[in-house]
């Protein structure tokens, strides 16, 4: 299957996108002309900010007490997005004020709120489908992307980004890409809850850390992941095309 992609790619096609590093790879991967890929990243809108009224409501409305620390994970609930050490993690912090909010449904949610029960953590607050994922970024403290067999750039993390949040990410995939450890996140080993546990423990307890990362996190974003600079790259690879087919 991978083969008869790239004979496709490279008959029919004259330039692709590629959305990270780790996609390239992925094409490279199906025997696809690396000439004929293009790497750029995806960008996105910043995510609406709301006021203290509003946030309050939501946590309140989460049963998120105050000065609770917010980590959320922002994800189709499959298996390969994580939840499972993240149920991990959450059980090694339970002497901590922390609260896990996993946002999103999908077809593993049922196993995966089965384990929250069977370990009765009442630190996680399952949402389900959240239309409005503003709600979400703008309570939370740090976001956690622990995702070990799909994630070429994730919508979320750069969502998150937008509002200075910083990243507890998985070594997998683009994350490592768009998660500089130590900068604007720290980027753990995938599959190691206990790894993803002592990257927030750490954040938890370090204010000045978590404050330079978010400062990083927007920065990060407003330099590389913008809507605007993804519709600009896009232009660009289009305009070269364009040129080309010409020629001289």
Do not use: W
């Not at 750029?40 to 998120?64: K, W």
């Amino acid at each position: 299957m991978k083969q008869a992609l790239g004979f496709l790619n490279n008959r029919l096609s004259d330039i692709i996108i590629a959305i990270s590093p780790a996609a390239c790879d992925n094409l490279t991967d199906t025997g696809t002309d690396p000439q004929k890929i293009v790497t750029m990243f995806n960008g996105v809108e910043p995510v609406r900010l709301i006021d203290d009224n509003e946030r309050n409501a939501i946590r309140t409305l989460l049963g998120i007490e105050d000065g609770q620390f917010v980590c959320a994970i922002i994800a189709r609930l499959v298996p390969e997005k994580g939840h499972m050490y993240v149920l991990e993690a959450a059980d090694l912090l339970r002497d901590l004020p922390i609260r896990f909010v996993i946002a999103g449904a999908g077809p593993f949610e049922s196993e995966v709120r089965a384990a929250a029960a069977a370990r009765n953590l009442s630190n996680c607050i399952f949402t389900g489908f959240i239309k409005d994922i503003a709600t979400i970024v703008n309570i939370m403290d740090v976001q956690v992307n622990a995702s070990y067999g799909t994630e070429a750039s994730s919508l979320s993390l750069l969502e998150g980004m937008s509002l200075g949040k910083p990243t507890v990410a998985s070594d997998f995939g683009g994350n490592p890409h768009h998660i500089t450890d130590g900068d604007n996140g720290l980027v753990v080993r995938q599959h190691d809850g206990k790894a993803i546990a002592d990257a927030i423990r750490m954040l938890h307890g370090d204010p000045e850390l978590l404050a330079h990362m978010g400062e990083s996190s927007l920065k990060t974003y407003n330099a590389r992941f913008t809507a605007a600079i993804m519709a600009a790259n896009i232009e660009s690879v289009y305009r070269d095309a364009i040129v080309q087919l010409r020629g001289p």
